[in-house]
Nanobody, 121 residues
Framework: QVQLVESGGGLVQAGGSLRLSCAGS?????MGWFRQAPGKEREFVAA????????YNTDAVKGRFTISRDYAKNTVYLRMNSLKLEDTAVYYC?????????????????WGQGTQVTVSS
């Protein structure tokens, strides 16, 4: 069984930065970040392979967010720069024990509890 614990969320002004972390217990390969704003469906943000050599970002965050991981620590990070009001959401970490890198939430086996990111004007 894999457990994921996110941290690093908070309140930040527009244009600011945050770094989210997700520490996993147990073996994980591909990992990803999703977010869910009030009244909206959960959406894909970024995903990364087990080695960190392959990653994907949704168009809305390209050039602003960077996903990375420390495989030895079984931790994935999401560096968020130039934050916008529309980035406000609960951010969830996800993981799966295979080499595929899903961009759909249904492709993941394990989820964290979520961390709130609020961007203010």
């Amino acid at each position: 069984q894999v457990q994921l614990v996110e941290s690093g969320g908070g309140l930040v002004q527009a244009g600011g930065s945050l770094r989210l972390s997700c520490a996993g217990s147990g073996r994980t390969l591909s990992m990803g970040w999703f977010r869910q704003a009030p009244g909206k469906e959960r959406e894909f943000v970024a995903a990364i392979s087990w080695s960190g050599g392959t990653s994907y970002n949704t168009d809305a965050v390209k050039g602003r967010f960077t996903i990375s991981r420390d495989y030895a620590k079984n931790t994935v990070y999401l560096r968020m720069n130039s934050l916008k009001l529309e980035d406000t959401a609960v951010y969830y970490c996800a993981a799966k024990q295979s080499f595929t890198i899903p961009t759909m939430s249904g492709g993941y086996d394990y989820w964290g509890q979520g961390t709130q990111v609020t961007v203010s004007s």
